[in-house]
């Protein structure tokens, strides 16, 4: 970690060495139209306007750093990007548990089901393959006109779009004990149950967490095209769709950071908990 | 043995379902049901004599029989696997139709199969151009960012210093909802298609420098010694075992970043585009509630994902089949 952050940082540097005169360049592009149109700013040149317009194509570092408190250092107001990330958290999170419950029973009934198996593996597989998000918002509509309101579309719709990672990658691991590891088990005379407990799921959980990774970010995904596809009270997804409805890139940059940071904080979660659970698995890597 | 339990299993809950409806549908003998229900008697019952023919006949167990096993075969045996499924597919599509019509369900809630399926005939005009689009954007967010992507691995490979700088990105990276990035660049890049093209671009670009450098940097040192004492340069090196090595992992990443890339292209198109595209049609059709349309959408999405990542399969099998990985599978 230490040998990569002098890296890192000449990367993020040379990132932002190209970001910085595109930026300069589109909002001075946009400051000398509405310049050429007469309109009110308090600026002169388009180049100076390009670092305080009202509304920027990108906004300037200064924008982002005066928009910041606002957003995020007054979590208990409705507006700021921490109380919104809560509620699109908590619904990724239950969504995330409902789909492991589920997918985890699939997965079960996939190893010891020949006939299941062959019938449903290969649309497990599709799924991988298809747009599934692309079903979300006609979800959230749709279970919305039948009553069903507040955090519960939310969490179904994560909990659908993560449940097929979690299942394909659980019934994978169920099914990578070494087959002289299974003759073992039958030597021992262990039941089907035994062999269940003691030697597939353990083997299977290094699979379960890479999955839940996955999922993670599919569920946040879900998430958020859920709220922003109907009309909820809280949510990172309502403040993308609000703000890029009205056009407010400066907003709009604060929400995009946010989900960020949520996205890295709960798939890092994912991976605290693995450390946890799998202490063995730490010194292979 | 598999496919026959099954097809006994669909003969059997195909009567079942038969039985239960006759003597609902006697109970209660009101309008909306009489369709409905009729409609899935029949599908039942086609369905059971279609299951029982099957199994009796024979035809499950000569499409099931013991193949030589040759490479020119795959395409058949993989077909023949997949018939379990199909039946399954068929009867769950078939139960949806009959239940939808039976229980006279709006369709405003959920349309039956069929007037999808009639809805993807009428407006095929309109879904062709939303779908070339979709793949527009794709296609040239893939290609821009696919590409940067194996010339910064090529890169990585070269210069460790850009390795350690630029990898640990591609962790974070992938842990970052992409639809946040799409209202953001929707606002830069403008409504058209350009800007659907570079959320793809971006999507794709870590997974395919992630694969590619995997696949560059896993040459076995003998492989590498075996070069040198062929006084080989590091041009010839890099061409003759580094890029062939690199092949399978570049397919792997190719169909990875291709539906991630279809999925970003959908998704992003939720938050604008100009008057066409899945997401667009999908997001559009919502409104106006009306779901034959949007489910005609999803429908052609998921073909769209699944004929993607068959053709990139496809590719790789002809590029790359000499690699232990096909033959392992064979």
Same mark, same amino acid.
């Given at each position: 970690m230490n040998r990569s952050l002098i890296p890192m940082l000449t990367v993020a540097v040379i990132a932002l060495a190209i970001a910085f005169p595109l930026m300069v360049f589109l909002n001075a592009q946009?400051?000398?139209?509405?310049?050429?149109?007469?309109?009110?700013?308090?600026?002169?040149?388009? #180049?100076?306007?390009?670092?305080?317009?009202?509304?920027?194509?990108?906004?300037?570092?200064?924008?982002?750093?005066?928009?910041?408190?606002?957003?995020?250092? $007054?979590?208990?107001?409705p507006t700021s990007v921490p109380y919104n990330a809560f509620y699109t958290g908590l619904a990724t999170l239950l969504g995330l548990a409902l789909a492991s419950i589920i997918g985890l029973g699939l997965a079960v009934i996939l190893t010891v089901s020949r006939p299941f198996e062959r019938a449903v593996l290969p649309w497990l597989v599709a799924s991988q393959t298809v747009?599934?998000?692309?079903?979300?918002?006609? #979800?959230?509509?749709?279970?919305?006109?039948?009553?069903?309101? &507040?955090?519960? =579309?939310?969490? #179904?719709?994560?909990?659908?779009?993560?449940?097929?990672p979690i299942a394909i990658g659980v019934a994978k691991g169920l099914k990578s004990p070494d087959p002289l590891q299974i003759d073992l088990m039958r030597t021992y005379n262990a039941s089907s149950v035994q062999t269940f407990a003691n030697l597939r799921f353990p083997t299977s959980v290094p699979f379960l967490f890479t999955a839940f990774k996955v999922a993670m970010t599919a569920?946040?995904?879900?998430?958020?095209?859920?709220?922003?596809?109907?009309?909820?009270?809280?949510?990172?997804?309502?403040?993308?769709?609000?703000?890029?409805?009205?056009?407010?890139?400066? $907003?709009?940059?604060?929400?995009?950071?946010?989900?960020?940071?949520? &996205?890295?904080?709960?798939?890092? #979660?994912?991976?605290?908990?693995?450390?946890?659970?799998? =202490?063995?698995?730490?010194?292979?890597? | 043995m598999a496919t026959q339990s099954l097809v006994g299993l669909i003969a059997l809950f195909g009567s079942l379902a038969l039985l239960i409806l006759t003597i609902v549908q006697n109970a209660s003998n009101t309008d909306a049901w009489s369709g409905g229900a009729m409609a899935l008697i029949y599908f039942g019952l086609a369905l059971g004599i279609v299951a029982v023919g099957l199994t009796s006949s024979g035809v499950v167990k000569w499409?099931?029989?013991?193949?030589?096993?040759?490479?020119?075969?795959?395409?058949m045996r993989s077909l023949v696997g997949l018939i379990p499924a199909l039946l399954l597919g068929l009867v769950v599509l078939l139960g949806v139709e009959g239940l939808v019509r039976g229980f006279a369900v709006p369709l405003a809630q959920i349309p039956p199969p069929s007037a999808v399926l009639q809805k993807l005939l009428e407006a095929r005009s309109v879904l062709l151009r939303d779908t070339s689009i979709t793949l527009l954007e794709t296609a040239v967010g893939f290609l821009i960012g696919g590409s940067l992507g194996v010339v910064m691995a090529i890169l990585t490979q070269r210069y460790i210093f850009l390795e350690r700088g630029l990898m640990p990105y591609s962790t974070l990276f992938s842990s970052v909802p992409i639809v946040a990035l799409a209202p953001v660049m929707i606002k830069i890049m403008g409504v058209d298609w350009q800007s659907k093209a570079v959320v793809v671009a971006i999507t794709v670009f870590f997974p395919m420098l992630v694969n590619t450098a995997r696949?560059? /940097?896993?040459?076995?040192?003998?492989?590498?010694?075996?070069?040198?004492? %062929?006084?080989?340069?590091?041009?010839?090196?890099?061409?003759?075992?580094?890029?062939?090595? /690199?092949?399978? %992992?570049?397919?792997?990443?190719?169909k990875t970043a291709a539906v991630l890339g279809l999925i970003s292209a959908i998704v992003a198109e939720f938050f604008g585009a100009n008057g066409g595209g899945l997401g667009f049609r999908i997001v559009v059709e919502i409104g106006t509630v009306s779901l034959d349309t949007v489910w005609a959408a999803i429908v052609i999405a998921s073909l769209l994902g699944i004929t993607v990542y068959n053709v990139l399969a496809l590719l790789e099998r002809k590029f790359s089949g000499w690699h232990p990985s096909f033959r392992a599978e064979d």
């Open positions: 946009a400051a000398s139209r509405l310049l050429e149109r007469g309109a009110e700013l308090p600026c002169k040149s388009p #180049l100076e306007c390009a670092f305080n317009l009202r509304s920027p194509v990108i906004p300037a570092p200064n924008q982002l750093l005066e928009d910041f408190p606002r957003a995020y250092l $007054n979590p208990s107001s747009p599934i998000i692309a079903i979300a918002p006609m #979800l959230a509509v749709v279970l919305g006109s039948n009553g069903v309101q &507040g955090l519960l =579309p939310k969490v #179904l719709i994560s909990a659908y779009i993560a449940f097929f569920a946040l995904i879900g998430a958020i095209v859920a709220e922003s596809s109907t009309i909820t009270d809280a949510g990172l997804g309502r403040m993308l769709s609000e703000n890029s409805r009205a056009s407010d890139a400066r $907003n709009l940059w604060q929400v995009m950071l946010g989900s960020a940071a949520l &996205g890295i904080v709960l798939v890092s #979660l994912v991976g605290v908990v693995e450390r946890l659970v799998t =202490p063995w698995q730490r010194n292979r890597s | 499409l099931e029989r013991p193949r030589k096993k040759d490479q020119s075969d795959w395409l696949g560059l /940097a896993e040459v076995s040192p003998l492989q590498v010694d075996l070069m040198r004492s %062929y006084a080989a340069n590091p041009q010839r090196t890099f061409l003759d075992l580094r890029i062939p090595n /690199a092949l399978p %992992y570049i397919f792997t990443g190719c």
